[in-house]
């Protein structure tokens, strides 16, 4: 069954072994820009799905495994080529679906996802490995493909992120369960559409639709799967830990974020502001997006005044419009959790300095919000909101930057705005944080290793470390003077 969103018809059905599986059981998907209108009626998965995803997975490995890398890396083009021409329907429903805005997905987001493809096909091409001699011994690692991956993805920019986690994989020779996220669906499914089309054979790369607690858990549980890879939430990584270590199953987990945004003294204030005001696009809904502004307590007036000129410009409105700059939430469950957030926070003494409730009654959008905490022990510093709220503290000098940025559990991003490169080059080693952004942001080199610290991930992706993780490897030493032949 396929349902028309927007003008686009998208598969209901989950996607295995290179064909659609419809269901009588299904779930509704609505739009945050219209939370009345329902956009389709996805297949609920079930226990036999996962298993039978799982099944068409293994059986598909052995050969797409022993396929040439080369072979391999002429599929992954052939689908990057593919996303680039249906950049526009696959732009338009992720927007209905989940609200990011229109233009971004048309021109950046979606584009990166076939972008991801393209680098793991190349990568995994230009593969050498690690070759040495050590006593009398002549050394080489080789890398063998893992196995079927269970790949669960979060609602945020699903499609990217999900390519993100599939490329390597399928680079690697491992073969591939999707499950996204229920609550923004449909992008993914239109990924299977061009999965069939570029003639993948079937099992190498499949799709399963449903809930997290019920077809997830039971994906992660399958002692078949020999590698998960997952992003979102703490909660969530730890059920899969717990279910990935009954099988042993290596695992990588993306988690959330709360990252630390440093405004020093030297720092441009202007170019901080500005960039500080854009924590609030997609609704803050970006795990990366540093939601505590530290600053400087030599610049905190000047630093604010320009960044409330920065926010004011911030345009609320229907993500299709190219001059809205700010989304709504992804659902009213989110929007509540958001709401819950802002009123403890009050309740336990800490000032909204702006925002704090949400724009129009009915509807899912929240303003840009900004709270004094009253204490860096404030839950509202301590965990992540993942909505349009940034909390603002100052610091007196460069060690209590470091320590108040270092004071949450998460540790994924860290942004910095200073003039000065050898503090720059200490406050990088100081800050414990997966990516430090000094004078920029989401400047994204597919190849640096990508995860977080403590409650913000396990594991690496990215580059080579993301095609390490979906190999085994194995150390081959043979003597040096035995003969070939
Ligand atoms: P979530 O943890 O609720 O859900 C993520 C996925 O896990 C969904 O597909 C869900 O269906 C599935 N799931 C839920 N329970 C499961 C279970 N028991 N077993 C298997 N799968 C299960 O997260 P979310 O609300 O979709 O996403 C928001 C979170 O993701 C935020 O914390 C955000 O910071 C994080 N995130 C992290 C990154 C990163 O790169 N570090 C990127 C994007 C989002």
């Not at 307590?297 to 320009?306: C, N």
């Not at 940025?405 to 414990?432: E, K």
């Not at 993301?466 to 194995?474: I, Q, V």
């Amino acid at each position: 069954m396929r349902a028309d969103v927007g003008g686009v018809a998208v598969a209901e059905g989950h996607f295995v072994n290179g064909e659609r599986l419809d269901s009588t059981s299904t779930f509704e998907v609505r739009s945050p820009l219209e939370w009345s209108t329902k956009l389709a009626d996805v297949a609920r998965g079930t226990s036999e799905v996962a298993d039978l995803a799982v099944g068409a997975a293994r059986d598909a490995f052995s050969s797409w495994a022993s396929l040439g890398v080369g072979e391999r890396a002429s599929y992954l083009r052939r689908l990057a080529e593919l996303i680039e021409r249906h950049v526009e329907e696959i732009a338009l429903v992720e927007c209905l679906d989940m609200a990011m805005l229109h233009d971004s997905l048309r021109e950046r987001v979606i584009p990166r996802a076939a972008r991801n493809f393209r680098a793991y096909a190349e990568l995994a091409e230009r593969y050498s490995p690690r070759v040495w001699n050590s006593q009398g011994t002549h050394n080489e690692v080789l890398r063998h493909p893992a196995g079927p991956t269970v790949v669960i993805t979060p609602w945020n920019a699903p499609f990217m992120l999900s390519t993100w986690k599939c490329a390597p994989a399928l680079a690697a020779g491992n073969t591939v369960v999707l499950k996204p996220a229920e609550w923004a669906p449909l992008s993914c499914s239109l990924l299977m559409d061009l999965v069939d089309e570029a003639h993948f054979p079937p099992g190498v790369f499949n799709l399963v639709q449903g809930l997290g607690e019920e077809v997830g858990a039971r994906l992660v549980a399958d002692p078949r799967v020999r590698r998960i890879s997952f992003t979102g939430s703490p909660e969530t990584g730890r059920s899969i830990a717990l279910a990935a270590a009954q099988n042993l199953t290596p695992f990588t987990a993306e988690l959330g974020g709360k990252g630390p945004f440093i405004v020093f003294e030297d720092g441009d204030l202007d170019a901080a502001a500005d960039r500080a005001a854009a924590m609030y696009d997609d609704a803050g809904q970006v795990c990366l997006a540093g939601t505590r502004l530290l600053v400087s307590e030599q610049v905190l007036d000047s630093f604010l005044e320009r960044f409330r000129v920065a926010v004011d410009r911030h345009v609320l409105g229907d993500s299709r419009d190219p001059a809205t700059t700010l989304s709504p939430l992804i659902h009213p469950e989110h929007l509540a959790r958001v709401e819950g957030f802002i009123a403890r926070a009050v309740a336990h003494g800490d000032r909204v300095i702006f925002g704090g409730r949400r724009w129009r009654e009915g509807q899912l959008w929240y303003e840009p919000t900004l709270v004094a905490p009253h204490s860096n022990d404030a839950e509202i510093v301590q965990r992540e909101v993942f909505g349009p709220v940034l909390t603002v503290q100052s610091f007196g000098d460069e060690a209590e930057a470091v320590d108040l940025a270092n004071s949450t559990p998460y540790g994924l991003s860290a942004i910095v705005y200073t003039s000065s490169q050898s503090r720059a080059d200490r406050m990088a080693r100081a800050l414990r944080a997966g990516t430090v952004w000094v004078n920029c942001f989401l400047v994204r080199d597919l190849t640096a290793p990508f995860g977080g610290i403590g409650l913000s991930g396990v594991g690496r992706e990215g580059g080579e470390y993301a095609l390490d993780f979906h190999s085994d490897l194995t150390t081959y030493q043979v003597r040096e003077a035995t003969t070939r032949g």
